[in-house]
DNA sequence: AAAGACTATGCAAAGGTTTGCATTTTCCTA
DNA sequence: TAGGAAAATGCAAACCTTTGCATAGTCTTT
């Protein structure tokens, strides 16, 4: 007997024939004679062998794992991306290793040498909000491990990248406030660096301006992280001001939550003094009451797609170029927080 | 110039020794002389060598890596166990791979024979409320695999487990309900064939025998999942009773809320017509409004010792015995979704 | 000066699989 | 039946590191 797993050797040595053309045998190799693959094939059923696939790695130089960097994974949309990343790989022979960078560019360069160490055989990757430098992602490139960008753009960075339009969701939202008759619209934004936050502040200020409205500095705040804590002071100074906005377009839903609270604590009536509208539709958001209105966006899809361009990539050896750039739009959810709007009933609405 | 990355080999030729030699040098082994253990580590710092993992993995037939068994992890209950463990072991020698069952018995026996040809080293596991036979779990255990089960038991199985109790937990929110003045207290418990179902049934049975209150069967509805959508029905049930309850207790705060827009709809006040407690605190049962009355649960740190249980398991080789079991004590949280009760100042408060 | 003790280093195997090339076996044809 | 082509299989290297044992070299002691 034995001591340890089935190997290919075993095998060899009961059918008294080479360990290689045991190797071959299990893999249909052309120039073996049925009657030998017949036997081998019954031999390692009855064994039940298991190919050792640390052997393989190491031979083949590679380690069959994807590294998946977020910046957290508590808040609904990270993990349903993460979910319809593990959905499509899943079904690969590749394993997926989930890094959580905790918003934090240091740990993120942390698990980018830990990921080379193991070998990774390619990474997905949102960067933290304190992210500007991108050379460890470069540092991936050059290792021949191509690097998937999903959600925040890193610009600058040549990779295959899986994007949200921010800019079109925060106008439709911002522009749709301004049809509701709001006209003193102000904006919870993100951390600064975030392409996200950019993009989403930019669809606000163009959906003014088509509007005509002028820009206001001081309806303009930037929350420090993405929690419900975060929002509160931002959104205290907004509906602090001598004249008070009478709607809100938030970051995130979190946010948009803050806001609710602070403008509820004021005894402001929602949306009847003041509208608000959140950004990425988290589960719970409807539930709220009045239930919010936000933007929706197509968080599993995208976990999905991000998954298969870098199979993709892995399958499809050579030099890393014509990377790939897809664009996800966005959806405008309205619900209770922001008024009814008079053309309602020609926008697309999701309920 | 060489192609791939630094070896050992490189070194060793570099410097005319022998490759053992540059093993032992990196080691510090005590039978090398200085100079030649200096000479080593320049030249392997000037040339960046970085130990190959996957040869060490298949000389150490060992993988380095934990597999992490969960039903889901858009909940925030997983996801913050996770951020447990990934905070401890990420300091660790080891990896995690996060395996996401989808509450599915068949997904989890195939996740199982993954880990098992990736030949993981250790096993954390919160098994699918479908999962009723354990031998997929004894099977790595046969394999030399330790497992630690958290959150949700699998009775029978000897394992290390880190759990919640459940139980408690229920017979303190159902015991507040009935302080506070509730008689017709009714349950939503989960999908019947999960540990933790059965204790928070049992703590609610309990706690109303307790104070000598009959148990009415029409007061138990058990849902067939964990989402809001999955409550709305069972709630429905609950609330079209000729006998209305005056309090809910469910099995989680998504449950909780279902219940809470049922009761809304039909026009019941909450608390004054209504309480409703839910189990989790999930972090935004506090903005709703009334806020919710929950069971908070020690998540980040069930996670954390789960991870340092395995680690130490694989640290401290040897049989498998002496099992560990811990138990988390849960903590009411008294918001407003339930009534005031005269003693409750004697109650430990959470807010 | 030789034996013994100790120090420093090298050799080679082990871990399991794949694959290019070499070799053997089989079969067909002249 | 020899020759050669074709079919089937084996050999050995490669992937990189660790480690028990062997060996070479140095020093001490009698």
Redesign the pocket.
């Not at 062998?49 to 393989?56: D, E, I, R, T, V």
């Not at 190491?58 to 130089?61: A, D, P, R």
């Given at each position: 007997m034995k001591k340890?797993?089935?190997?290919?050797?075993?095998?060899?040595r009961e059918l008294?024939?080479?360990?290689?053309?045991?190797?071959?045998?299990?893999?249909d190799?052309?120039?073996?004679?049925?009657?030998?693959?017949d036997a081998v094939r019954a031999l390692a059923k009855k064994l039940d062998?298991?190919?050792?696939?640390?052997?393989?790695n190491?031979?083949?130089?590679k380690s069959n794992t994807i590294g998946v960097i977020v910046p957290e994974i508590t808040s609904h949309f990270f993990s349903a991306i993460i979910t319809g990343i593990q959905d499509v790989i899943g079904d690969s022979e590749y394993n997926i290793m989930i890094c959580l960078s905790n918003e934090s560019y240091e740990e993120e360069a942390v698990i980018i040498k830990k990921l080379l160490k193991i070998q990774v055989d390619g990474v997905l990757v949102s960067p933290t909000s304190e992210t500007k430098n991108f050379d460890h992602f470069r540092t991936l490139q050059k290792n021949d491990i191509p690097v998937v960008v999903f959600d925040r753009d890193c610009p600058g960075l040549e990779a295959d990248k899986v994007l949200v339009d921010d800019y079109a969701g925060a106008f439709q939202a911002v522009e749709y406030l301004i049809k509701s008759g709001c006209t003193k619209i102000a904006h919870l934004g993100g951390p600064l660096n975030l392409s996200t936050t950019k993009h989403r502040l930019q669809g606000y200020l163009d959906a003014l301006e088509n509007a005509d409205i002028p820009i206001r500095k001081e309806y303009i705040e930037h929350v420090p992280g993405f929690s419900h804590d975060d929002g509160l002071k931002p959104a205290e100074r907004l509906l602090k001001l001598e004249d008070l906005p009478d709607a809100i377009f938030a970051m995130n839903d979190n946010i948009a939550i803050s806001a609710m609270h602070i403008a509820r604590k004021m005894a402001l009536k929602i949306p009847d003094d003041i509208s608000i509208v959140g950004f990425d539709d988290e589960p719970h958001s409807s539930y709220f009451r009045p239930s919010l209105s936000t933007v929706w966006q197509p968080v599993y899809s995208l976990g999905m797609l991000s998954a298969r361009i870098i199979l993709h990539r892995l399958n499809d050896k050579g030099p890393q170029k014509n990377f790939r750039q897809e664009v996800f739009k966005p959806e405008l959810v309205l619900r209770a927080s922001s008024r009814e709007c008079a053309s309602r009933k020609n926008d697309k609405v999701k309920l």
């Open positions: 340890g797993r089935v190997t290919i050797i075993d095998i060899a008294s024939i080479a360990p290689s053309t045991v190797s071959r045998a299990l893999k190799h052309p120039a073996l004679k049925k009657e030998t693959k062998y298991q190919p050792n696939l640390l052997a393989l190491l031979l083949q130089k």
